[in-house]
């Protein structure tokens, strides 16, 4: 990250390597922030292409990398990408590299904050293995009771929102304080406050854009390109359009893993099955009376389906079987068997075979 200088780019001498970060990628440019350290005269920033070399070795370069810049040219503002320093983080959709967390935005009203559509937007930033923060905006519509009360939910389900309201200019310096000197993502359904979060908080980003000339000119309310902001007190904020649908796409095994509580709960106690999917399973240390069990539930139906439609797409062989049907030979859909919800009969099959294994080992 950008506040993070290595020892060679500190020294201050002539050999030491142009190091900067990516704030825009667009078509064959990248617009690279240069570190401070860097012996940059008269400039923040270069719009750079890329090395031959880095193309044909296949090496993509993403908003967030940190990269090599060779050939400067002052006058001009250009320069090449040499190479990309190794990636603390790496988001693909949007890609982003080296981002450290999830801003979540939601309203709390206008539109109506739903507790499905706020649960799949905190497991699909959880799944990114990234820190998750959660900021409600428009506090100015709810009464202190109304906020209270979501704050006691939230806090069952594990999180500490920030209230803000940005219509009234509060609690924008508390998210300043979370943003400060690192790589942010803001996410978040359509209409809740995110543009005017940033320019809340960055009161140039519109300054700066247009400062942008030629290439990199067509301002962030494209969804082509993810764009860096850079944030006056340190940090950099990415807006991620590509975020606005999340799908489920995580194995199902892991989906628990994306709900504190059920962390909470699997820290406590362990299932008795170690590829418990916390369903009708005995001693299931997860299943319980916790609010979002069922946002859970419903969001294992949809993993298992994209998860069953990869590996049908991997290997269609595996997953099609040969029937012999009035004479015809065709091949016709198995399902995935390791998904299906077990009748009695077969669980407790099942539940016989485990058994017998482990006392045959
Ligand atoms: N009451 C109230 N309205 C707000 C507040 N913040 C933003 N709004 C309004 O909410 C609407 C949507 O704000 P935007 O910033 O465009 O929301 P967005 O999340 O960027 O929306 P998309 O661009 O569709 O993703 C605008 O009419 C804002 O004026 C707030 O704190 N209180
Ligand atoms: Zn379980």
Not at 45 to 72: F, H, Y
Not at 248 to 255: D, Y
Request: aromatic share 6%.
């Amino acid at each position: 990250m950008s506040n993070e200088a290595t020892s060679n780019e500190r020294l201050n001498d002539a050999d030491a390597p142009l190091i900067g970060t990516v704030l825009a990628v667009q078509a064959n440019y990248c617009q690279v922030r240069l570190n401070p350290s860097s012996l940059a005269p008269h400039r923040s920033s270069l719009l750079c292409t890329r090395r031959a070399r880095l193309k044909k070795l296949g090496q993509q370069v993403m908003v967030g990398d940190r990269v090599e810049i060779v050939e400067p040219d002052w006058a001009g503002g250009r320069g090449a990408i040499a190479g990309v320093l190794p990636r603390k983080s790496q988001l693909d959709r949007p890609p982003i590299a080296n981002a450290e967390q999830i801003l979540l935005v939601f309203a709390l009203a206008e539109p109506p904050l739903e507790p499905y559509q706020l649960s799949r937007f905190l497991v699909k930033a959880e799944s990114t293995g990234l820190g998750v923060r959660l900021c409600f905006n428009k506090s100015d519509l709810l009464t202190l009771e109304q906020q209270q009360q979501w704050r006691d939910r939230l806090q069952q389900w594990g999180y500490q929102p920030v209230f803000i309201s940005i219509r009234d200019g509060i609690g924008i310096s508390e998210v300043r304080d979370l943003l400060k000197l690192r790589i942010s993502a803001v996410a978040g359904p359509s209409g809740v406050g995110k543009s005017s979060l940033i320019n809340a908080l960055i009161p140039t980003v519109h300054l700066r854009t247009n400062e942008v000339s030629g290439k990199l000119s067509r301002g962030r309310h494209t969804t082509r390109h993810v764009e860096l902001f850079t944030l006056p007190d340190g940090g950099l904020l990415a807006d991620t359009p590509g975020f606005n649908q999340p799908d489920l796409t995580c194995h199902p095994h892991e989906l628990a893993n994306y709900f504190p509580e059920a962390r909470q709960r699997l820290a406590q106690q362990s299932c008795q099955f170690s590829d418990c999917l916390h369903r009708n399973e005995p001693n299931c240390a997860v299943r319980g009376d916790w609010e979002r069990y069922e946002h859970y539930l419903a969001f294992l139906e949809e993993a298992i389906a994209y998860q069953e439609q990869i590996n049908q797409q991997a290997d269609p062989e595996s997953s099609l079987k040969l029937k012999t049907k009035r004479g015809k030979r065709q091949y016709e859909p198995k399902l995935d068997t390791k998904y299906r919800q077990h009748s009695r009969r077969t669980q407790h099959q099942a539940l016989e075979q485990l058994y017998q294994e482990a006392e045959e080992s």
